[in-house]
T-cell receptor, first 114, second 114 residues
Framework: DAGITQSPRHKVTETGTPVTLRCHQT?????MYWYRQDPGHGLRLIHY???????DKGEVSDGYSVSRSKTEDFLLTLESATSSQTSVYFC?????????????FGPGTRLTVT | KNQVEQSPQSLIILEGKNCTLQ??????????LRWYKQDTGRGPVSLTI?????NTKSNGRYTATLDADTKQSSLHITASQLSDSASYIC?????????????FGIGTKLQVIP
């Protein structure tokens, strides 16, 4: 998985609780992304980061926030989890120096909100 | 309507047979088109990347073709193996400044049976 780890890999939480997912890379890539994958949908971008403390929203950012205080870590926070946020979350990394901005994906985090 | 449409949604083939997966897209302009393989419970892994000027790219038993005029791509798998059972995702990217906007297809789920 190209030097990308995600934690936790599985989590079950209750509606209304805060949840933080962590993505850690050892590749020193500039860009990091959070996607969610749901049945019947392609991977959808939640937020992305183009550098330390530089982040921007994706197409499904409502209810999510992110932070990137170090190059290697990108955190996704659900301030108050809802059942609609039950999904599989993938982190990805890329770098402008890579051919064609190749994106490498982490192993995913399966989140269930009950 | 999704800007990247894949067909079929699912496919079952016998081990050793060939198959072709289709991807039609409306994203324009685009920088590159990628095919990813996603094993169950894992993150997507890149198989091929093609820019708009390329019309074929191979990776072992996987051959991708691209017709930028008709906005169609296909992924051909030769002499299928049980390990080819996975979802195959077509991804179209647009470069905007230093950032790539990517649009994912829903994927084709391939099952190879003995």
């Amino acid at each position: 998985d190209a030097g990308i780890t995600q934690s936790p890999r599985h989590k079950v939480t209750e509606t209304g609780t805060p949840v933080t997912l962590r993505c850690h890379q050892t590749e020193n890539h500039r860009y990091m992304y959070w996607y969610r994958q749901d049945p019947g949908h392609g991977l959808r971008l939640i937020h992305y980061s183009y550098g330390v403390k530089d982040t921007d929203k994706g197409e499904v950012s409502d209810g999510y926030s992110v932070s990137r205080s170090k190059t290697e870590d990108f955190l996704l926070t659900l301030e108050s989890a809802t059942s609609s946020q039950t999904s599989v979350y993938f982190c990805a990394i890329s770098d402008p120096d890579l051919s064609n901005y190749e994106q490498y994906f982490g192993p995913g985090t399966r989140l269930t909100v009950t | 309507k999704n800007q990247v449409e894949q067909s079929p949604q699912s496919l079952i083939i016998l081990e050793g047979k060939n198959c072709t997966l289709q991807c039609n897209y409306t994203v324009s302009p685009f920088s590159n088109l990628r095919w990813y393989k996603q094993d169950t419970g894992r993150g997507p892994v890149s198989l091929t990347i093609m820019t708009f000027s390329e019309n074929t790219k191979s990776n072992g038993r996987y051959t991708a073709t691209l017709d930028a005029d008709t906005k169609q791509s296909s992924l051909h798998i030769t002499a299928s193996q049980l390990s080819d059972s996975a979802s195959y995702i077509c991804v179209v990217s647009q470069t905007r400044g230093g950032y790539q906007k990517v649009t994912f297809g829903i994927g084709t789920k391939l099952q190879v049976i003995p």
